[in-house]
Nanobody
Framework: QVQLLESGGGSVQTGGSLRLSCAASGRIFRIDDMAWYRQAPGKQRELVAGISSGGITHYADSVKGRFTISRDDAKDTVYLQMNSLKPEDTAVYYC??????????????WGQGTQVTVSS
């Protein structure tokens, strides 16, 4: 059973920074793409940033230049460094990962989410 556990959420003021982490655990053979999504109240879940196994990254236009996604494959962990936070970044942030494990050939797994609140 593969699990993803997010951490690092919290409350900050406009202009502040947070670093989210998402650690995968279980019988993992390989992790391919990893990504961060977010969902604000009353809105659909949206892609924030993604990173391939080769380190290629992509970002939503709304976070380009402010957020940075990275990964540490030795730790099966993906990070999201969020700078210059705005109130509109307030949401529950979820990570996901395409994982090859001992029980599934390749499957998408999601974390439980971590709350980020930015006050003005």
């Amino acid at each position: 059973q593969v699990q993803l556990l997010e951490s690092g959420g919290g409350s900050v003021q406009t202009g502040g920074s947070l670093r989210l982490s998402c650690a995968a655990s279980g019988r993992i053979f390989r992790i391919d793409d990893m990504a961060w999504y977010r969902q604000a109240p009353g809105k659909q879940r949206e892609l924030v940033a993604g990173i391939s196994s080769g380190g290629i990254t992509h970002y939503a236009d709304s976070v380009k230049g402010r957020f940075t996604i990275s990964r540490d494959d030795a730790k099966d962990t993906v990070y999201l460094q969020m700078n210059s936070l705005k109130p509109e970044d307030t949401a529950v942030y979820y990570c996901n990962a395409l994982v090859v494990s001992s029980t599934l050939p390749r499957a998408l797994h999601w974390g439980q989410g971590t709350q980020v609140t930015v006050s003005s």
